[in-house]
């Protein structure tokens, strides 16, 4: 059964101020009078999202800025439809980061963690995504033409919709035989179950612009 758990942080405000440890957990701060305490009180429960803390705002505001943000980190940042043409993210940390129809064409994504991130419909069209973690990202829908996925790690991603048409790499990607694809309960002639094949295989067949699906 889950239970929900309160973390009270109370600090002094003399000591740390709006920006010091108890912000760092995302809390609500009620301010008293005079040298009173500071009390955040933040729900932590299994079903609530992560909520983004104070370095990963000024991570944002940075790559925002600059349109660069190198092995920085950005978990679970708010994204969504951001304008990240060529962006360089290389090795920077983006778990569970929602990046929903961003714009990534071009981005240099090389050894990023994207684990879990939701990439729904977005725009990667001849982006670097060499050794990147792409494990349980959502791609559904994502544009991914000409995208150079080699070494990419793909075990539970979710491809379904997803345009991989003359992707580099992608024989040499990771985890493509545990990805998800659409179900299909009959195939149809232009359309290649993804059972018994390897990810080498499947990485062949979506290149080559091929519909796979699995129907178990």
Request: net charge positive; charged share 25%.
């Amino acid at each position: 059964m889950k239970t929900s758990k309160i973390l009270i942080v109370g600090a002094l405000l003399g000591s740390t101020g709006a920006h010091g440890m108890a912000g760092r957990f995302g809390r609500l701060v009620a301010p008293l009078a005079g040298s009173a305490a500071l009390v955040g009180i933040a729900r932590c429960d299994e079903a609530s999202k992560p909520v983004a803390s104070e370095l990963v705002k000024e991570n944002v505001a940075t790559l925002l800025a600059t349109n660069a943000c190198r092995e920085c980190d950005l978990a679970g940042a708010n994204l969504r439809v951001a304008d990240l043409g060529w962006v360089d993210l290389v090795g920077a940390d983006l778990r569970v980061a929602d990046l929903y129809s961003a714009n990534l064409r071009g981005a240099n994504l090389y050894s990023a963690n994207l684990r879990g991130a939701n990439l729904t419909g977005a725009k990667l069209e001849g982006a670097y995504l060499i050794e990147t973690d792409l494990r349980w990202a959502k791609l559904t829908g994502a544009d991914l033409r000409g995208a150079n996925l080699t070494g990419a790690k793909l075990t539970g991603a979710k491809l379904e919709g997803a345009n991989l048409t003359e992707a580099k790499g992608l024989d040499r990607a990771k985890g493509l035989d545990k990805a998800q694809f659409k179900r299909c309960s009959r195939l149809r002639f232009w359309e290649y179950d993804k059972a018994g094949r390897s990810s080498a295989e499947i990485g062949l067949l979506l290149a080559a612009g091929k519909t796979v699906c699995q129907n178990d």
